[in-house]
Nanobody, 124 residues
Framework: AQLQESGGGVVQAGGSLRLSCVDSGRTFSNYGMGWFRQAPGKEREFVAA????????YYADVVKGRFTISRSNGRSTLYLQMNGLKLEDTAIYYC??????????????????WGQGTQVTVSS
């Protein structure tokens, strides 16, 4: 798998962005996928994840109700719709492929392929 994020940028607080992550491999539909983020001086944290079918979705409490994860297996693309953005959402956002059916969606050690990240900056 090769993952490439896009859609980051600068947005005012309260605004919206939609991130995309395209998998150039052939097995996208077989794997759960996740979004993580890392702010300057902080550790990488879980944002959201989705099962291979899209039927199960998981969110960090800090984004629940504001962010929506989705996927298109036909397009091998993962999405993250971010609404109501806050200053504290500023970070580099990474998409990642979950390594197997085992493990936890919220734990970054359970992902094996990562994109290079896209910067999201929320301004006041």
């Amino acid at each position: 798998a090769q993952l490439q994020e896009s859609g980051g940028g600068v947005v005012q607080a309260g605004g919206s962005l939609r991130l995309s992550c395209v998998d150039s491999g052939r097995t996208f539909s077989n794997y759960g996928m996740g979004w993580f983020r890392q702010a300057p001086g902080k550790e990488r944290e879980f944002v959201a994840a989705i099962s291979w079918s899209g039927n199960a979705k998981y969110y960090a409490d800090v984004v629940k109700g504001r962010f929506t994860i989705s996927r298109s297996n036909g397009r091998s693309t993962l999405y993250l719709q971010m609404n109501g953005l806050k200053l504290e959402d500023t970070a580099i956002y990474y998409c990642a492929r979950k390594a197997s059916f085992d493990g936890l969606y919220e734990r970054d050690q359970d992902y094996d392929y990562w994109g290079q990240g896209t910067q999201v900056t929320v301004s006041s």
